[in-house]
């Protein structure tokens, strides 16, 4: 995009005030006096030698030029996609976090959160979010996905799915809160308590059972989400993190948990959340999300400009702990390369993997899958149809394609 | 309580012998670590937050962090219902009261037949309840009288998330009725029913036996 063509963009925009040639923002709110505060969009100058450069603000903003969005989608209970096409490494930017919820995102005032922690437990508390902070920390980055990710992609695959709308569900965060194991130990879980019943305060009232055995491993209670607290959407002032786990169940705005001699039933763990297969069964607890990877790029919409040297590049992600190998076909599935992983490769986490190819301007597919540490390997479009079913509801995650046209378009392919 | 006990551990809760030897063994394994290759940042596992400490102090026994909860504050938050029936509350309901109730706070949404439309569920239908073909066609619509494996669940569930825009507003009697008119509308008990704590957790969802939990391994096998 040439500075010209945005510099003509912002002077058209109704609420812009242009301010041709002039670069200081307190030079310009001089000129402009006592009028109405408004959005000071300079003009991209053509030599930001030339020219002094902004002030500094009191909070950054995204260049002008990168306008990453959520795709929100769904009438009452929708959800919300990251734009993985638009990042890079592994960490998701907190306002680009995927989003879903049951009835809305709660507000709640953190002064007057309270976290209760009772049935079998030798002493009961109810805990503020100030002692909440109070206990040691842990600081750990790993993946959250929707288990429903992937679905339409599977189902009703397009052509002009992105990677958002393919596999948008997903989001890897550098999390910060308590071990749900030291506040267990605070509370003293009685002999026979096996699993955890957690519910949020949002108006769906949420809630998941969870084995106690999780919670003694590695379950956290996050109140800070890359470096700063909690975004609302993602479960504001504190949330469950189950590292590997199906998104529903890192219960969001954590107001209770009841430790408990067998699971609630509820309704995320019934009648949603479980996975129809061949042979009239619904598989149900299955709660791990298995090893799968995304070529982000280049991926629709982006279009190669001509042959030659290009990266393929994506992400690979496994809830059975780390990503050890990424292969990339670029012959439709028929021979495959192994691609780098950009490390360091964190366990339960995306890892971004790279390849180096060189385009010779024909048409074909490209794909990749991933293989985790215990010898897992994603299985392939026509073995997790054949397997689990065209009608499954969760967990989808067979190897994804693209087509690559002779005019360098890139289309998804199933 | 926890911080004068925190300082008798770290001041004179351990002999001088015990922290050199502590200490000792802390450098070995950052020696060791190093040596790996990996970044000695505690990771968390099992016991995390004991190993997001720093180095050399003992966790107490207890932080004295929190409050005891009140009879009352617990019983207000603690309104799950489980598969035994376990937090049912008094109340009972039935399937004429049921039918009003639905009729006023749930037909908006839901439709007059429990048909559902593209926002919210289907809840009536017995389709495929016997096949169980759920897995080979994504257009099976899941309803309350072919897939929910706990009758309890719906008390749950109606009770702590419904009616969409009021939720947690029904008495326990509305609730009540409402799964007596859901149960019997989906052909899984009759009309005569009155729906009540003893009765709920012995209702037998058609879908019951279907449901098996995850035979997952990872490892070779994708199952």
Not at chain 1, 122 to 128: A, N
Not at chain 2, 98 to 121: D, I, M, R, S, T
Not at chain 2, 173 to 198: I, K, Q, T
């Amino acid at each position: 995009m040439s500075g010209k063509r945005i510099s003509r963009r912002a002077a058209l925009g109704a609420a812009a005030v242009t301010i041709g040639g002039i670069g200081s923002g307190a030079i310009a709110r001089q000129l402009l006096g006592a009028q109405a505060p408004a959005p000071l969009v300079p003009s991209v100058p053509d030599d930001a030698t030339k020219v002094p450069g902004l002030p500094s603000g009191p909070l950054g903003v995204r260049s002008r030029f990168e306008n990453p969005t959520l795709a929100p989608s769904g009438v009452a209970t929708g959800a919300s996609f990251t734009p993985l096409q638009d990042l890079t490494g592994t960490i998701t930017p907190s306002d680009l976090h995927f989003q879903r919820h049951h009835n809305g995102i709660a507000t709640i005032d953190p002064g007057k959160y309270e976290l209760l922690i009772h049935g079998m437990a030798e002493r009961p508390r109810v805990f503020t979010l100030q002692d909440l902070r109070r206990f040691p920390s842990v600081t750990r980055t790993c993946f959250i996905e929707c288990s429903g990710n992937g679905r339409a992609a599977f189902r009703d695959p397009k052509p002009d799915m992105s990677p958002q709308l393919v596999d948008g569900l997903t989001s890897n965060t550098e999390w910060t809160g308590v071990m749900v194991s030291t506040l267990l130990r605070e509370v003293g879980a009685r002999n026979g308590a096996t699993w955890v019943l957690a519910e949020g305060g949002d108006a769906a009232v949420l809630s998941r059972s969870i084995p106690i055995a999780k919670m003694r491993d590695d379950a956290m209670i996050a109140f800070a989400q890359n470096g700063e607290p909690l975004r609302e959407a993602n479960g504001y002032p504190a949330r469950l993190v189950l590292p590997g786990y199906e998104g529903n169940m890192c219960v969001k705005w954590l107001r209770r948990l009841e430790l408990v001699d067998q699971p609630n039933m509820s309704r995320d763990e019934t009648s949603k959340y479980t996975d129809p297969l061949p042979g009239g069964i619904a598989r149900q607890f299955s709660f791990v999300m298995d090893a799968k990877s995304l070529i982000t790029s280049p991926a629709f919409p982006s279009r190669l400009s001509g042959p030659g040297w290009w990266q393929i590049r994506g992400i690979a992600w496994t809830g059975r702990g780390r990503i050890v190998r990424v292969e990339v076909s670029t012959d439709g599935g028929r021979t495959w390369v192994q691609a780098g992983l950009q490390g360091p490769v964190l366990s339960m986490a995306h890892t971004r993997f790279e390849l180096p190819w060189k385009w010779n301007g024909a048409a074909t597919r490209i794909m990749s899958r991933a293989y985790d540490e215990t010898g897992y390997v994603q299985p392939s479009v026509d073995t997790f149809r054949k397997v689990r079913g065209r009608g499954t509801d969760f967990h989808f995650n067979a190897v994804r394609s693209w087509r690559i046209e002779r005019d360098g378009r890139v289309l998804f392919d199933g | 309580m926890g911080a004068s006990f925190l300082m008798d551990r770290t001041t004179s809760g351990q002999r001088p012998a015990d922290r050199v030897a502590f200490h000792a063994a802390v450098i070995c394994m950052l020696v060791f670590l190093f040596a790996c290759g990996e970044s000695p940042r505690t990771e968390p596992g099992p016991g995390g937050g004991d190993k997001g400490m720093s180095a050399g102090t003992p966790l107490p026994e207890s932080f004295g962090l929190g409050a005891a909860p009140s009879a009352q504050r617990v019983s207000a938050l603690d309104i799950d219902v489980n598969a035994a029936g376990t937090g049912l509350p008094d109340g009972s309901g039935t399937y004429a009261q049921g039918a009003v109730v639905y009729g006023q706070k749930c037909a908006l949404c839901h439709g007059a037949k429990g048909e559902g439309n593209a926002a919210f569920p289907r809840l009536i239908g017995i389709e495929h309840r016997q096949d169980f073909a759920f897995s080979d066609d994504p257009k099976l619509q899941k309803t309350i009288g072919n897939y929910w494996p706990y009758a309890t669940t719906l008390y749950d569930y109606i009770n702590r998330a419904m009616p969409f825009s009021t939720p947690g507003s029904l008495r326990p009697a509305e609730v009540y009725s409402l799964v007596a008119f859901l149960l019997s509308e989906n052909a899984v008990v009759s009309r005569s029913v009155v729906m009540d704590r003893e009765s709920l957790p012995r209702v037998v969802m058609p879908a019951r036996s279907h449901f098996k939990p995850d035979d997952r391994t990872g490892g070779s096998s994708f199952r």
